[in-house]
């Protein structure tokens, strides 16, 4: 973004800008000639497919935004006036619904892909830490748009989500009184909800450049995980990166149509074309999938936390799940700190990929017991039942320890297997079959 | 077989087994919710699939069903007149059907309230003028809405075909409250509405048997194009963006080959 040396254009318009503002130099080294590690694989497609989603989101979401109100007597009505009056209204919000679900599915993999091949690592500290906070926004910008249409689970949903935050020791209950904007989920709660959501993915498109000005800085990782050392390594960006990232954009984008026109509520909850009823709760309250291992972790803790056999405790069970829920995502952004190995790619960290598949499981577990009720029973162990809880628990537990234990003694203990010299070199192993898709 | 491919097929396994417990996550249309026994029964309609459509004779069927039993109690606020030129029906039809109703307009220049024949535009009438009414006149409960009657239900269209069709005498030792009723289909298998049902009860024109298996798949079919009408529109036009993409998907993979060959 500085005005270093430049390379003149031949497009005499081109040149004109360029020489006041060297906007077309910026993008031309950015992502024209940035050199880039030549061994991708389609894992470093998300970073670009998050992209796209995030800017649909936007652009379907301001649409939506002009056929709305934020009124409890309403909002309901104007989402069912947008489905079948609006122009291709319905199109419109099965995207933006769907494309809440594709969204995040896209930043999971992508969150993924960053932990298998230690893309968190010196010197992508910060890049990795900009990166859960984008994930934190979208949660909380995900979480208040589920509240807008106004619905029964939108409505149950948010007062649970809030009444979380009375487990704030001393001033909780203020604040959530705060938050709601009265004593109850109500009319103000939704309008100020409608106000962030809207304002929230900005917020957002603000840290998504700092994390891709970050990672301009250092570079990208690759799966060896060995640094580029000479131009043998990469590739020019374009256009190499702007030919593949299209074509797995547009792969996925065919999943995400298929969703978005032949089953654009099989990701939702029936519940919440039903509307907001404050006199009735539903059987279930669950929330969107993408929820549902923090929700789990939420739930796990259901006892509370004290010294044993004496009567001292030190904080109760709902403040244990809700650290416990925070402190899920906490320990992400620690990653960098909590694992010192050199290596970075698990590719040659055979213990270090063994303990992450089990944590990637243990997520995906989490999540079916999220949506699946509290204690539902499982099976008989002589007298003892064996519930969902017991097994949230239990994968609580390793979540935790996994970042808290297995990471900081493999960053002592793992032996790596023996790599590869320079990305060339692994990108050559692979070649005479000595390797490792992965 | 060396180490790393013994890896490679665990990885893949793994793979697999996350694959399968999302898979078990989906929601499952017929998977009971709670413990209470609750059938749904999976009938055969129509509108299923990536290429399925409505078809018009049942939605006619449905209509009346609705307009000659259903509507008695539960409003329909959300599905206007002139939505019914979907179901096949001329602009004359739907002017004769708008006006059966009278409803309550106004105010007028003078100030007043006044009653007019139903139009096009107009919204389907509800049966009462507020929930309070509704209620009263039903035991307390409140009748719901049908406008997305099967898109707020798990099950859809079966869960409708089940309710009307689940009625049955309570199991030994079962009791049913004073203006209860036992349905197989119901969450609880207890239900406030008397079964609305009855073969022969609605006259049909076309021939098609008047039974109640075949009044509920009318009905049903008619509730899920009154909860989703743009299904038929959402779905060819699905078609045709799904196929787009995956040719354009592979064309952008040759270009992708092609752009990569001489690399390595």
Known sequence: MSAGPRTPFENPVVEWVDQRLPIFTMINKEYGVFPTPKNFNYFWNFGAIAMFMLVTMIVTGITLAMHYAADTTVAFDKVEHIMRDVNYGWLLRYIHMNGASFFFIAVFVHIFRGMYYGSYKAPRELLWI?????????????????????????????????????????????????????????????????????????????VVFLHVWALHVTGSNNPSGIEPKTEKDTLPFHPYYTMKDSFGLVVFITIYAVFVFFMPNALGHPDNYTPANPMVTPAHIVPEWYFLPFYAILRAINFDVGIPFTDIVFFEAKLGGVL?????????ALMPFLDKHPVRSARYRPKYRIALLLFVLSVFVLGKIGGMPA?????????????????AQL???????????????????????PMPESINDAVLQCKSGKCCEA | MN????KNSMFK????????????????????????????????????????????????????????????????KRVAYRNLEDLGYSPEQIKTIAGDVTVMDGPNDEGEMFER?????????????????????????????????????????????????GYAEAPHGVVIAEGKHYNKAMDGNV??????????????????????????????????????????????????VVLFLSIFAVVMYAVKRQIWKKVH
């Open chain 2, 13 to 76: 396994k793994l793979i697999l087994t996350s694959a399968a417990v999302m898979a078990l996550s989906v929601p499952s249309a017929h998977a009971a919710e709670s413990a209470g026994v609750h059938e749904i029964v999976d009938v055969p309609f129509s509108f299923e699939g990536p290429l399925g459509t409505y078809d018009k004779a049942s939605l006619q069927r449905g209509l009346m069903v609705y307009r000659q039993v259903c509507a008695g109690c539960h409003s329909l």
């Open chain 1, 375 to 391: 204690d539902a029973p499982l099976m008989h162990i002589g007298s003892f039942l064996l519930t969902t809880t017991h097994i």
């Open chain 1, 395 to 417: 994968l609580t537990l390793y979540y935790f320890a996994f970042f808290l234990v297995i990471l900081p003694y493999l960053s002592k203990r793992e032996k790596a297997l």
């Open chain 2, 3 to 6: 180490k790393t491919m013994e």
């Open chain 2, 191 to 240: 239900i406030a509405m008397a079964p609305p049902l009855s073969d022969g009860a609605i006259a049909y024109e076309d021939g098609t048997p008047q039974i109640v298996s075949q009044y509920a798949k009318d009905v049903a079919t008619f509730l899920t194009w009154a909860a989703e009408p743009e299904m038929e529109h959402r779905k060819q036009m699905g078609v045709k």
């Open chain 2, 117 to 165: 024949p139903g139009r096009p535009s107009d919204r389907f009438k509800s049966p009462f003028v507020n929930d309070k009414a509704a209620a009263s006149a039903n035991g307390g409960a409140i009748p719901p809405d049908l406008s997305l009657i099967t898109k707020a239900r798990h099950g859809g269209a079966d869960y409708v075909y089940s309710i009307l069709t």
């Open chain 1, 130 to 206: 900009f990166g859960v906070i984008i994930f934190l926004l979208m949660m909380a910008t995900a979480f208040m748009g589920y509240v807008l249409p106004w619905g029964q689970m939108s409505f149950w949903g948010a007062t649970v989500i809030t009444n979380l935050f009375s487990a704030i020791p001393v001033v909780g209950t203020t604040i959530v009184e705060w938050l709601w904007g009265g004593f109850s989920v109500d009319n103000p709660t939704l309008n100020r909800f409608f106000a962030l959501h809207y304002l929230l993915p900005f917020v957002i498109v603000g």
């Open chain 1, 324 to 332: 416990a829920m925070f402190g899920s995502i906490v320990l992400v």
